[in-house]
């Protein structure tokens, strides 16, 4: 009997005891290829000599140092990485330990930041329908899940929530990629008039949706005239890339190539690949400097942010994608994804949508191509999928409530930075059998 509170109370976990690049082994020395990451975190693998040499100097000299007493050379030196490397001016960073934690920062920094510059009234955060921004109860409230949101309801703050840039299923027939945007721009412009232009803290959006739609991209210009809107009302932006950023899509920063300067950003999963639990917000000079001449310091904080050996590690991973050109093979083996996946699924009759940026990619899952309906959300078909892949020894990341939080099916795949085409063949080769298997039992 097991006495951790594992995740299901009804399944029982194979053991993992080793990482061997882009493998887990469990204890009876099955092997798993990780094709998501875990969450699209291990962008390393799991056995990356640099980064474990890195986090051991790290304990032998200083494992842990209160940040209310000390700072650390490791923080302060992947501090001036991120910095160096992040869009505009985000100058500063505050290091927490995961996504949901770097997602309530932002929202404590967007609203202490209004405070202090004299506009108490705002208040009200917009975010989008299908967006996930973390699991604690604000990070959760402005996320737009129902599924993830429904029982907690009660206890969670309200926000408002708008259409997500989903165009395989929002974009309406005819509807351009222009006038598609337009919509969502103008709904956007709308809500903010609605709630009243000087109440509006904050737009949040993550530029690649990631674990409740499956690595869906923006449309065009869509972040840019979103953040044109925010401006115009002098509303924050916050750019959510604790899935899709540190590289995952092909640049350090997803924003980036959308052109987008938030002014607030959070990022987390591959900036520690990992290896320690990590995660950070970066911070606009503009909040930063309006801190600075009202209360000089930020009201918020957790016993572990900045942990010395954490930042060691984040400094290594980060050091290594940059030295060893891995976002290169990101784009590189994300396009090759994308082709074996379409080679493997284009004709596939429940398949109906293959998308993605760089090696975060979605395929999701229809009763009908032609109607694009789903499944019933009763066969609960993604966890069929997940199943039957891990009986492939295939780690994939397959979700339901695809469309609203209840009904639909996707499959996310992340795999880490380092993997090659005999990665990508085993992949599509178990992803297939997974899928054809769950389907027949289904």
Not at 228 to 238: Q, T
Not at 285 to 304: A, E, M, P, R, V
Request: aromatic residues 8%; charged residues 20%.
């Amino acid at each position: 009997m097991s006495h951790v509170l594992h995740r299901s109370l009804l399944q029982d976990y194979p053991v993992a005891v080793k990482g061997d690049g882009v493998y887990i082994i469990d204890a009876d020395n099955k092997r798993y290829l990780d094709a998501c990451g875990g969450a699209a975190v291990s962008c390393l693998g799991h056995s990356d000599p640099d980064v474990i040499q890195a986090i051991q100097q790290q304990v032998s000299q200083l494992a842990y140092a209160h940040s209310s007493f000390f700072t650390t050379e490791p923080m302060e030196a992947i501090a001036e990485f991120l910095a160096k490397r992040a869009p505009g001016h985000l100058n500063s960073v505050y290091f927490v330990s995961g996504g949901s934690e770097a997602v309530e920062a932002a929202l404590k920094l967007a609203r202490q930041y209004y405070v202090e510059k004299g506009e108490p009234q705002r208040k009200h955060i917009i975010a989008r329908r299908q967006s996930y921004h973390g699991n604690t109860l604000g990070a959760l409230a402005t996320g737009g899940n129902l599924w993830r949101r429904q029982q907690f309801e009660p206890l969670l703050i309200n926000i408002h929530h708008l259409s997500p840039c989903y165009a395989y299923r929002e974009k309406l027939e005819h509807e351009s990629d222009d006038a598609f945007v337009t919509r969502l721009v103008d709904e956007l412009e709308d809500k903010i008039l609605e709630l009243g232009a000087d109440q509006v803290m904050a737009f949040i959006a993550e530029p690649v949706v990631g674990a409740t739609l499956g690595a869906v991209p923006a449309v065009g210009r869509y972040f840019e005239k979103m953040k044109a809107v925010c401006e115009k009302y002098g509303v924050l932006l916050i750019a959510d890339e604790v899935m899709c950023g540190m590289g995952r899509t092909g640049a350090l920063f997803a924003s980036a190539q959308e052109n987008l300067v938030p002014d607030l950003l959070c990022i987390a999963k591959g900036l520690g690949a990992g290896y320690q639990p990590i995660g950070a917000t970066l911070v606009s000079d503009d909040i930063i400097n309006t801190l600075k001449s009202g209360s000089g310091f930020f009201q918020h904080g957790h016993t572990y942010i900045g942990h010395a050996t954490a930042c060691a590690a984040a400094l290594a991973v980060q050091h290594k994608i940059e030295d060893a050109q891995l976002l290169s093979n990101v784009e590189a083996m994300g396009t090759q994804l994308q082709q074996a996946l379409l080679h493997q699924f284009k004709d596939h009759p429940h398949i109906g949508d293959i998308r993605g940026k760089g090696l975060f990619r979605g395929l999701e899952l229809v009763k009908d191509r032609e109607t694009k309906a789903p499944f019933d959300s009763g066969l609960k078909l993604h966890a069929k999928i997940k199943k039957a892949a891990m009986n492939q020894g295939l780690m994939c990341y397959p979700m339901g409530g695809t469309i609203n939080g209840r009904d639909g099916d996707h499959i996310l795949l992340a795999p880490p930075f380092i993997f090659n085409e005999e990665h990508i063949d085993e992949l599509v080769t178990k992803l297939s059998v997974a899928i054809d298997h769950a389907l027949k039992v289904s």
